[in-house]
């Protein structure tokens, strides 16, 4: 709820200091207008304020800082000290992943039996020879222009993509790439278009920069263009955050007319699209449409691409490709972070990459995780939950019967040593209560049987 945003922004900017303890709040009209928001949303987030403690309201003059009694900030903050005051961070799916169970089917990770281990060993030996001074080098901020370079060919040769080493940053992961976008483009209380559902670790990285979301519902045949444009000329969001292709959670893909529509209103919006492509690769029946930084000739289009999730994950190699204005401003943002992803592992990956060997094992992984996506098609079946099976990518999209007790399932499957992603935290409303989204790429075929019919024997039981 959007005034919920609003009471987030003035508890945060409490917790700061900016305002001290007697000191009159903004009027409702003034806020309202400096938030570009509704000034019933203001009213009802400084009522809030009210009935929490942290305000009170003088009558025909508005509303102040409570004081605040130091016994009760030290119960609440049992440990204050500068730099303690930043209490909004939260990563949902991260919570999640922590929880060890036996099955595990929220982690959108592929098996690492199923990684070319043996042969990546041979390439680490390969690197250390050609580079023998490599550990004790620095890469630099915007990444090793070797693989850079190599980088862009690739994206020449496969998208027709007019690009260079320069409109390359090397990230460390793709939730790196999320971040530093967010920290450039964001200021508290910022509309931005994201899909419902949506990757809930990039909700989470904008709610901590203090976006305020315009969600747009993803469908098997795309978005609502009219209604992306009604929010784009109405609101001026700062950028739209996709995931078009075999889409987390839902493994939709956009079709090529609509990706193409999307870069046209973006430019007639000035409105940033922010592409992120985990899974492109990860395709079963046919290759996915190019993505939309293909047709993006105004530089309107920042395209995330992951590349080691199928390699070696713990490589963490990831891509922003854009035009220079922007990687120059994320170069910056990546220089202060931590001044470049290491140097080692962008050349253990450079030259794995580009090998015979890295083809080979995309077409063989592409089979077994066909075949797992169809195991679990298969144990799900009987269920009468309903989907749409995923024409690529890692993750199955479930809908459970309405007013199934999710929470109280999900507790039950992590005492039963299984795991799975709530829809809601997939939700920028976070309404989506009988979805949940289910992982087939990470544990064994013999586990994902044993897993699933458990997780459906526990749904049963909770009828």
Known sequence: MLFRQVYDYIITRLERQVWQADEKLPSIRQLAQELGV??????????????????????????????IDPKQMQDEHPEIHPGSFNGHLKNNLSEIHQVPVIYQFSQALIDPNLLPNLFLSEYVK??????????????????????????????????????????????????????????NYIRPLDAILVERPTYSAALDTFRSYGARFLPVDITPEGYDLEKVEMLMKQYQPRFFYMNPTFHNPTGYTVPSGQRKQLVELAERYQCLLIEDDAFHDMFFDQTPPPPMFT??????????????????????????????????????????????????????????????????HLEKLRIALQIRRDIMEEEVAATGWKWVSPKGGLNLWLKLPDHFPVESFLNECFRQSVSFVPGTICDPLKEMREWIRLSYSFVNEGQLREGIRRLVDIARSMK
Request: proline share 3%.
């Open 295 to 360: 047709y993006d000739t105004e530089g309107w289009v920042v395209y995330i691409r992951s590349f080691s999730k199928y390699v070696a994950p713990g490589l963490r190699i990831s891509a922003i490709i854009g035009r220079k204005a922007v990687i120059a401003q994320l170069t910056t943002a990546k220089s202060l972070a931590d001044n470049g992803t290491p140097l080692v592992n962008q050349k253990i990956f450079l030259h794995y990459f580009e090998s015979e060997r890295m083809q080979q």
């Open 38 to 67: 509704n000034r019933l949303t203001v009213l009802k987030a400084y009522q809030l304020l009210k009935q929490n403690g942290k305000a009170y309201v003088k009558e025909k003059s508005g509303y102040y800082i409570c004081p």
């Open 126 to 183: 390969k690197v250390f020879d050609i580079y023998p001074k490599l550990m004790g080098t620095y890469s630099t901020a915007q990444g090793d222009e070797e693989l850079r370079e190599h980088l862009s060919q690739y994206m020449v040769r496969h998208h027709k993509a007019q690009l260079t080493s320069s409109d390359l940053l090397i990230t460390t992961g793709a939730q790196q790439a999320i971040d530093l976008i967010s920290r």
